[in-house]
T-cell receptor
Framework: NAGVTQTPKFRVLKTGQSMTLLCAQD?????MYWYRQDPGMGLRLIHY???????AKGEVPDGYNVSRLKKQNFLLGLESAAPSQTSVYFC????????????FGDGTRLSIL | DQQVKQNSPSLSVQEGRISILNCDYT??????FLWYKKYPAEGPTFLIS?????DKNEDGRFTVFLNKSAKHLSLHIVPSQPGDSAVYFC????????????FGKGTLLTVNP
């Protein structure tokens, strides 16, 4: 039972490079989310999706784009990476409804030099 | 402006004793609260939640208490076990939805054998 799988687990980029983080869930959840966690901070919502083909901005969306072409996948893109985007990125998924908690992947550690 | 505050960065308790983790919030629109547990190099895992219509929710060794008038919630772990050593995040959402969670910065709990 994989749950939420994030690819890659680690990556080092140079400033200005682009990359895509992939999140896949096998629980048939409607909702998916991307968060970032910085040292001494809680998780902050970047973007989220309430269904296939939909996306919405969270608390810290600048510098990121997302796509949800398939229900099970949620992609996070960095078009031109900046050192301020060095962080640990977490993907999560959930069903709709007040009592449906979010299930998280194990994170992608991204360093931008 | 931090809407969910965990003012204790760390807490150390002896095995078998009670652990009490605290969380305060400022947004009166929050009506659903969750606790997540996180081990190093893993994603957060859902622990327990409470709706604003309740003041207590219990699940085994874990109990969450909600004081709406004080905008305060706490997580009690009894008895504490060394495997409970982790970072605990408090999170909140508004409007009867389970998305757009706002997280606290977390409290590192260490349970000493």
């Amino acid at each position: 039972n994989a749950g939420v799988t994030q690819t890659p687990k680690f990556r080092v980029l140079k400033t200005g490079q682009s990359m895509t983080l992939l999140c896949a869930q096998d629980m048939n959840h409607e909702y998916m989310y991307w968060y970032r966690q910085d040292p001494g901070m809680g998780l902050r919502l970047i973007h989220y999706s309430v269904g296939e083909g939909t996306t919405a901005k969270g608390e810290v969306p600048d510098g990121y784009n997302v796509s949800r072409l398939k229900k099970q996948n949620f992609l996070l893109g960095l078009e031109s990476a900046a050192p301020s985007q060095t962080s640990v990125y977490f993907c999560a998924s959930s069903d709709p409804g007040i009592n449906q908690p979010q299930h998280f992947g194990d994170g992608t550690r991204l360093s931008i030099l | 402006d931090q809407q969910v505050k965990q003012n204790s960065p760390s807490l150390s308790v002896q095995e078998g004793r009670i652990s009490i983790l605290n969380c305060d919030y400022t947004n009166s629109m929050f009506d659903y609260f969750l606790w997540y547990k996180k081990y190093p190099a893993e994603g957060p895992t859902f622990l327990i939640s409470i709706s604003s219509i309740k003041d207590k929710n219990e699940d085994g060794r874990f109990t969450v208490f909600l004081n709406k008038s004080a905008k305060h919630l706490s997580l009690h772990i009894v008895p504490s076990q060394p495997g409970d050593s982790a970072v605990y995040f408090c999170a909140a959402s508004a409007g009867g939805s389970n998305y757009k969670l706002t997280f606290g910065k977390g409290t590192l709990l260490t349970v000493n054998p």
